[in-house]
């Protein structure tokens, strides 16, 4: 039996398996909501290396994941320093920088009116600009170095937690705002108290949205200028090179990464607003 049936084969029972744990009385356990996407992923994962290996696919178009990961496990050294310049350096300095920013310019915003008027607009402006457009001119301003990828994900993640931040302030409503007044609260001590828990949710969208653009915006800056490292430095001379496995190497590398940040971010969103609806079961 070729790889190519064996791969069918797999996927057809993978496909049962799912349905089955999806209409099975254990369906809302932990366990099977862990399971359904584990074995989906694992599902084209295999199906993948069939298809590649029974049409007889060349590797400098689409490698196997077998392939990938032996590259994987041979190119660790490789791939942990690229994920030091780009993820710890990069993106998530740039990720700090620009939330603590947002946060910062929200507050006063929702303080003048004559910024909400003119800084959002300017701020939607801006980010509808491409990257590919904005990375060249950071990295001529700032270096080579992580410095440039950072201040590029600051341009990435700051609008889309500015906008969000802003829109959950404006959240409570005025019965709410003149309570705190009954009880001679300050706008700091109404900021605190009231404003910003019920802001959380929102806050957290807007991080939750920037996790993801945090790595691209790293990796995107890497392909106008960097030094002989980082995750977007090796993709691109991987591509050019040949070298297709070292290529899916990094990218399963910054899956990983996106995957995890984002579910950090949402795991200490579920601590923080447990109180929320949306977390309720």
């Known amino acids: 039996m070729s790889a190519l049936t064996l791969a069918l084969v797999f996927w057809l029972g993978a496909w049962a398996l799912n349905a089955w744990l999806a209409h099975s009385a254990w369906r809302g356990t932990l366990a099977v909501r862990i399971a359904v996407p584990v074995i989906f992923g694992i599902t084209l994962l295999v199906l993948w290396e069939g298809l590649v290996r029974g049409l007889d696919v060349s590797p400098v178009i689409l490698p196997p994941p077998s392939q990938v990961a032996q ?19 990069g993106a998530l300095s740039g990720f700090v920088i620009g939330a603590l920013a947002a946060f910062a310019t929200a507050v006063l ?35 080579f170095d992580w410095q440039s ?27 709410q705002r003149d309570l705190m007044r009954t009880y001679a609260a300050g706008y700091t001590q109404t900021l605190v108290k009231l404003r910003l828990p019920a802001a959380m949710p929102f806050i957290f969208n807007g991080l939750k949205i920037a996790t993801t653009l945090a790595l691209i915006g790293a990796i ?62």
Not at 74 to 89: H, I, Y
Not at 149 to 175: C, H, S, W, Y
């Open 71 to 89: 590259t994987f496990a041979t190119s660790t050294g490789t791939l942990w320093e690229d994920f030091t310049q780009t993820v710890m350096k």
């Open 220 to 281: 995107v800056a890497e392909y106008f200028g960097s030094p002989t490292r980082g995750m977007g430095f090796r993709i691109s001379t991987g591509v050019g090179s040949l070298s297709i496995d070292l290529v899916w190497a990094e990218i399963a590398v910054a899956a990983m990464v996106g995957t995890a940040f984002y579910g950090m971010v949402a795991l200490i969103e579920k601590r923080v607003t447990f109180w929320h609806p949306s977390h309720r079961r």
């Open 109 to 143: 915003i929702d303080r003048s009116t004559f910024l909400t008027r003119g800084l959002l607009p300017i701020g939607n402006f801006v980010a509808a600009l491409p990257i590919v457009g904005i990375a060249p001119i950071l990295v001529s301003w700032f270096g």
């Open 149 to 175: 990828k950072a201040a590029v994900v600051v341009v990435m993640v700051f609008f889309p937690i500015l906008v969000n931040t802003v829109q959950g302030l404006r959240e409570t409503d005025a019965m």
